[in-house]
């Protein structure tokens, strides 16, 4: 009997071709979320899932003893599974990192190039035929060349950000993480490691690529916006919940920041009602890593995961260790 596979969401047919070898696959290629009572029923029925980031894996949907042995998430960041939990009940978690790198980065830097040129908003004037003549004026906006990036979270995605800045675009560049690079590493993104609070001072455009947690949550509200300089940008690709997306709304409202520029939203794909409303607010639907390239290549190695652990009894990218025997 083959090992049955529960693709959550829709996914490229060349994947589910590449499962359908080895595996009896249950695709939804449906554009439609199951409600949670489902998604707990389909997965109680199945040995592995290839999920996507807004698919829950935790205690809750998965029982006190299940069936399902793996869960391979097509997405680097992992917030929507539980990984202690899926631990003790038995099911490898993995993740796709380092395909959407480089990716990921270069949608970052245009999220700050647009947002601190203006160029949604320039386009709805434009759109709305409010364009009359040439003004000295019109949408000018914050210098992004020489100017400072501060990046909060310096892992794969914030390095590869920090190159782009420093060496194409002759920014200084800062950063805070939880820790410090090492000098090579450093010298090679030419970034300068500063606390909290001298990063959220001395940005003009900053930019977040941390991972949500409870520690994370909300780690950018009022009290951290307050300090930002009243010309500054904030762009947000990491995940919802980093903002606290009210407090940013208000700032955004009152003008005590520039400008922001968002992929991931509280409660996406909900987005703050005032959020909507503002022009100073560049917003995509999380969308960094959405090139046709990376996206398979995502898809690919969730895949991947799937199959090297049913076949070899390990995932090619796991994030944590289950103790064997349940292959
Ligand atoms: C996308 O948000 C990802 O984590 O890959």
Redesign the pocket.
């Known amino acids: 009997m083959k090992p049955k596979i529960l693709v959550a969401r829709p996914i490229f047919e060349s994947v589910l071709q590449k499962l359908a070898v080895s595996f009896e696959v249950t695709d939804n290629q449906i554009d439609h979320a199951w409600e949670p009572a489902e998604w707990a029923r389909q997965l109680g029925q199945h040995d592995g899932t290839l999920t996507t ?1 807004s698919d829950p894996v935790n205690a809750l949907v998965l029982g006190p003893q299940p069936r399902l042995k793996i869960a391979a998430n097509m ?3 992992f917030n929507n599974f539980d990984v202690p939990a899926m631990t003790s009940a038995g099911v490898v978690a993995s993740n ?1 990192p380092d395909v ?1 790198t480089e990716t ?1 980065a270069d949608f970052g830097f245009a999220l700050i190039m647009a947002t601190a040129r203006r160029m949604t908003e320039s386009e709805h004037f434009l759109r709305a035929g409010l364009w009359k003549q040439w003004r000295y004026d019109m949408f000018a906006g914050a210098e992004v060349h020489g100017s400072t990036l501060g990046i909060l979270g310096m892992g794969r995605i914030g390095q590869a950000i920090a190159k782009r800045a420093a060496h194409g675009f002759g920014m200084e560049v800062i950063y805070h993480n939880r820790s410090r690079l090492d000098a090579d590493k450093e010298a090679q993104c030419k970034a300068r490691f500063v606390d909290k609070q001298t990063l959220l001072q001395s940005a003009d455009h900053l930019i977040l690529v941390l991972p949500y947690s409870h520690a994370s949550h909300h780690c950018i509200g009022a009290a951290e916006l307050a300090q930002m300089k009243p010309t500054a940008t904030l762009i947000n690709i990491a ?1 919802g919940g980093i903002v606290d997306d009210a407090a940013l709304a208000q700032a955004l409202l009152e003008k005590r920041i520039a400008g922001a520029g968002l992929d ?1 939203y509280e409660g996406e794909p909900s987005v703050h009602p005032e959020l909507l409303k503002l022009p100073n607010v560049v917003l995509t639907p ?1 969308i ?2 959405a090139t046709v390239k990376t996206r398979l290549a ?1 898809a690919d190695l969730a895949a991947d995961n799937i199959i090297a652990f049913f076949s070899r009894g390990h995932a090619l990218t796991p994030l944590n260790t289950v103790a064997a025997g349940r292959a």
């Open positions: 980031g997405a680097v960041g796709t959407l990921t995940r991931v999380h960094a890593s995502m």
